[in-house]
């Protein structure tokens, strides 16, 4: 029965390894990233950061005049206080117009990728497999622009999910049904 066995076993391994490859990959033959193609956001997702920055400078600059009015020793900096705050909007703005361009996704056959950010850009490639649940979301002023945002999430936690706003509800409803068909087809 041992031998049997042994020779039972020697066989398997003969037979896996007639079918294990493991080639060596040389960097070249990978395909870079750059040269990926990638799609924007919708342009009218501008207007809906603009005005969630607008919103925030309204309410710093409430706060700038609350704190110089009732913080007696912040009088004597107030013009230092309004230079700082308009620098600092300046710096939002032209940074948002910067963020809404970098903001790009492309949906390939076995994954997505997204790309964002302003100084530091990051990218992420999200294989289907991975993807636990997909949700679209909108908010108010997506509602008003027929914008929506749609939402990855991972098994690999937090930081792996993405969330790709500035989507048209039909174009977000049209990816969430490609990419749940994808994810039927791997789980058959």
């Known amino acids: 029965m ?34 990926i193609i990638m799609s924007g956001i919708e342009k009218k997702y501008l207007n809906i950061m603009i005005f ?17 009015k009732y913080i007696g020793f912040v009088e004597q900096f107030s013009y230092i206080i309004y230079i700082s705050t308009l ?23 076995h994954d997505l990728m997204y790309s964002s950010g302003v100084i530091f850009t990051s990218t992420v490639l999200i294989p289907y497999n991975r993807i636990q649940h ?5 908010g ?3 509602r ?12 690999g936690g937090s930081y792996t999910d993405i969330s ?5 509800k039909m174009d977000a409803e049209m990816w969430k049904e490609f990419v749940s068909a994808k994810i039927e087809k791997i789980k058959k």
């Open 164 to 168: 790709i706003k500035g989507l048209t």
């Open 134 to 138: 997909l949700a679209i979301h909108q």
């Open 2 to 35: 041992k031998k049997q066995n042994g020779i039972y076993n020697e066989f398997i391994i003969k037979e896996v390894s007639k079918n294990f490859s493991n080639n060596k990959i040389l960097i070249e033959n990978i395909p870079s990233a750059e040269n």
């Open 87 to 109: 620098i600092l909007w300046a710096v939002i703005f032209s940074l948002t117009g910067i963020s809404f361009k970098r903001k790009k996704y492309v949906f390939r056959d």
């Open 140 to 142: 108010f002023l997506s």
């Open 144 to 155: 008003v622009f027929d914008l929506a945002s749609l939402q990855f999430y991972t098994a």
């Open 52 to 68: 969630n920055r607008f919103l925030w400078c309204i309410i710093s600059l409430i706060g700038c005049i609350i704190s110089i």
